[in-house]
Every structure is written in structure tokens, then in C-alpha cells.
């Protein structure tokens, strides 16, 4: 893991002095000097704090995905340490113009910080119970984040994003916690046993931990991934979901559903990056690919509030932000594909979601 030895501004505490009337104040660890105090002394282990522990989830993640995603291609993706000044870092890890990912990346973000009171009123219309009495509060944030773009319009992008979010009380205890993420498939050209494999596999992981998670994440991404200035969806869907706290379930057992879930990508996709990766294309077909990934563009710097909460973050690393974007895009005026075309089928499955298992 990168190296973070930057500190974080101190909380002040209060503890009397030997003598006189006032007390003296005392310097409190920041949650990313303990953090990086207990790495180096117990090392990471299951009873480590959340935090280290999905740390340690999505590097060993990172490691696995892309040394898979490098076999499909053959081509090596570029490795980019980084550190931010305010505490933490990450792992980005780029492939652009390979032999089957025109543009791909797969990022782990660990990012230590402090929220002001704007922000943390935001965050206490989902969780009520987030103290408003302090000015400023400690944050943690981690997250795998992954999108690939194929270079064949009949491979499908694919996005992937799970993320643990904690908030630390005034003594650095943690506080207020929750999970999110999810995954969705995003065609130029629609295969239905496609769409049928990716959804399958993604239920069989919710189903490992409670039966209504499918059904209940899969229409909430229905509903979020839409450009709703088109009226069409991003994509065909999978699952999406966010603020997974301690209403839903605990700490434990919702850290193994994301487990399940993450690990679940490699069976979900690769099959199909096999499948499609060299199959014949037209001109034209590559065409609609381009402007399919205009859609996708759109989306992502429009309406996706990962984007804008990233790029409204101090210190924000806007290289790994817009790493979701592909390479290459178009955007043409009026455009409307033919009737009863393989083009517009999709269009029309975009514009009315439907259940494919």
C-alpha cells in the first residue's frame, strides 16, 4: 500500500493539569495516524478496525482483477501511485489501446480527511444520527472503482464501484458508517444470454445474503443509471445501492455482502469479454459503439454523483476521477437509428428496463 506518512490537523481534548484552574490541551490522533500505528504494529487482521480491513479487501481485489483483465488483453496496465496531502491515497491501474480494452482502468482510493458542516448536514438526511453539534468531523473513505471500455463494439462496458464510508466521533471512535456500490453492463450491440449470465451472477451473490437484495438493487440501478435528459438508461443494469448502515444490517455482515458481490465480477464478465472480444464488426457498427459511448459520457459528467462528490473534494486527483471516460466518443446531431435495426432494440430495451432472469 502507498505510504501516507502526511498527518492530519489534530483535534484538541481537555485533560486538567497537575496545577492551576484551566485545562491543558492535549493533541488527539488523527484516525489516519492510528491507522498507520496499527499496521505497523499488530499488522491487519480480523479484528482490525473496518476501515484497514476493506482496505486490505480491495488491494488484495485490485491485484486479482487485473492480473486477469492483463491475460485477456495481453498488454500490461500502467501502475500510478499516489498520495494526498491531506491523508491516504490510492493505486490507479490504466490500460489504454490494448489489444482488447481500447481504454480500461481499475483504481483503489484510501482518502483521510475532515468534512465541514455543509457537508455533514447532507449526510444527515440519510443517517440520523450523525452529530451536528461539531463544526468539522473526521472522515474515511475507501473504494474499488472500475470501468472497462472494449475496443469491440460487440463487447460490453462494464462499470464496477464498492466503497466503505466512516465518519469518526470527536474522541476518533468510529462513528457513523456505511457501505456502497454496485455494478452495471453497458452494450453497444445486445446478447441476451449476455444480459441473462451478468444479472444471474450478480443474484446468486445477493441471494448468499438475503433474498430481496436483487430485486430491491437491481430496479434501484434501473433508476439511477438513467439519462433522464434522453429518457433512456445508461445500460441493460445489474445492481446499484448506497447508505447500507446499521438499519439495514450490521457492520459484519454487510462488509460480507459487499465481499460476495466484488468477487463476483471476474465470473460475471469475463466470460463474456471472451466471448466477444474478436468477433467481426463493421464500419458502421463501430460507429454506434462511438456514439452509444457519447450516452455514456453524458451520464457519468451529468448525473453520477460519484463524479461530482469526487471533483468537489479538496485535493481532488481528477486523472483518477475521469478515468471512467473512454477514449474515444461521438455525439452526432438528430441522430436516430434505423427501424427494426439490431440499433434500435437496444434503444427500445433502454428506454423500458426489463427483468432478464
Known amino acids: 500500500?502507498?505510504?501516507?506518512?502526511?498527518?492530519?490537523?489534530?483535534?484538541?481534548?481537555?485533560?486538567?493539569?497537575?496545577?492551576?484552574?484551566?485545562?491543558?490541551?492535549?493533541?488527539?490522533p488523527s484516525i489516519a495516524e492510528k491507522d498507520s500505528?496499527?499496521?505497523?504494529?499488530?499488522?491487519?487482521?480480523?479484528?482490525?478496525?473496518?476501515?484497514?480491513?476493506?482496505?486490505?479487501?480491495?488491494?488484495?481485489?485490485?491485484?486479482?482483477?487485473?492480473?486477469?483483465l492483463e491475460k485477456v488483453d495481453g498488454k500490461k496496465f500502467k501502475v500510478d501511485k499516489w498520495e494526498r496531502d491531506a491523508g491516504g491515497g490510492g493505486i490507479s491501474c490504466v490500460l489504454q489501446e490494448g489489444n482488447v480494452f481500447e481504454k480500461a482502468g481499475v483504481n483503489i482510493s484510501v482518502v483521510y480527511g475532515a468534512l465541514?458542516?455543509?457537508?455533514?448536514?447532507?449526510?444527515?438526511?440519510?443517517?440520523?444520527?450523525?452529530?451536528?453539534?461539531?463544526?468539522?468531523?473526521?472522515?474515511?473513505?475507501?473504494?474499488?472503482?472500475?470501468?472497462?471500455?472494449?475496443?469491440?463494439?460487440?463487447a460490453p462496458t462494464v462499470h464496477l464501484n464498492y466503497r466503505y464510508f466512516e465518519l469518526a466521533n470527536a474522541d476518533g471512535t468510529p462513528g457513523t458508517w456505511w457501505f456502497g456500490g454496485g455494478t452495471d453492463l453497458t452494450p453497444s450491440y445486445l446478447f441476451d444470454e449476455d444480459a441473462i449470465h451478468f444479472h444471474k451472477t450478480i443474484k446468486e451473490a445477493c441471494d448468499k445474503h438475503d433474498k430481496s437484495y436483487y430485486p430491491r438493487f437491481k430496479e434501484w440501478c434501473d433508476t439511477y443509471f438513467s439519462n433522464k435528459h434522453r429518457d433512456e438508461a445508461r445500460g441493460i443494469g445489474g445492481i446499484f445501492f448506497d447508505d447500507l448502515d446499521d438499519q439495514e444490517k450490521d457492520q459484519e455482515n454487510t462488509f460480507e455482502f459487499i465481499q460476495s458481490c466484488l468477487k463476483s465480477f471476474l465470473p460475471s464478465y469475463v466470460p463474456i469479454i471472451n466471448k466477444r472480444k474478436n468477433m467481426p464488426f463493421t464500419e458502421q457498427e463501430k460507429q454506434w459503439q462511438q456514439i452509444r459511448?457519447?450516452?455514456?459520457?453524458?451520464?457519468?459528467?451529468?448525473?453520477d454523483r460519484g463524479t461530482a462528490f469526487g471533483l468537489n473534494t479538496p485535493s481532488a486527483r481528477v486523472e483518477?476521477?475521469?478515468?471512467?471516460?473512454?477514449?474515444?466518443?461521438?455525439?452526432?446531431?438528430?441522430?436516430?437509428?434505423?427501424?427494426?435495426?439490431?440499433?434500435?432494440?437496444?434503444?427500445?430495451?433502454l428506454r423500458h428496463p426489463k427483468e432478464w432472469i
Open 1 to 28: 500500500m502507498v505510504n501516507s506518512p502526511l498527518r492530519e490537523p489534530r483535534a484538541n481534548a481537555e485533560e486538567p493539569q497537575a496545577t492551576g484552574d484551566k485545562p491543558a490541551k492535549l493533541d488527539v
Open 293 to 303: 459511448r457519447g450516452r455514456y459520457v453524458e451520464f457519468n459528467l451529468v448525473h
Open 320 to 349: 483518477s476521477i475521469l478515468m471512467s471516460l473512454p477514449l474515444t466518443a461521438s455525439w452526432r446531431y438528430m441522430y436516430e437509428p434505423e427501424k427494426n435495426s439490431r440499433e434500435q432494440r437496444l434503444v427500445d430495451v
Open 116 to 154: 465541514p458542516k455543509a457537508a455533514i448536514a447532507k449526510m444527515r438526511a440519510d443517517h440520523k444520527g450523525i452529530d451536528m453539534s461539531v463544526d468539522s468531523m473526521q472522515f474515511f473513505a475507501a473504494g474499488l472503482s472500475m470501468v472497462l471500455h472494449p475496443s469491440n463494439p460487440m
Open 37 to 68: 500505528l496499527l499496521k505497523r504494529e499488530t499488522g491487519i487482521t480480523s479484528n482490525s478496525p473496518m476501515r484497514l480491513r476493506m482496505e486490505e479487501f480491495i488491494l488484495q481485489q485490485q491485484r486479482e482483477i487485473v492480473a486477469v
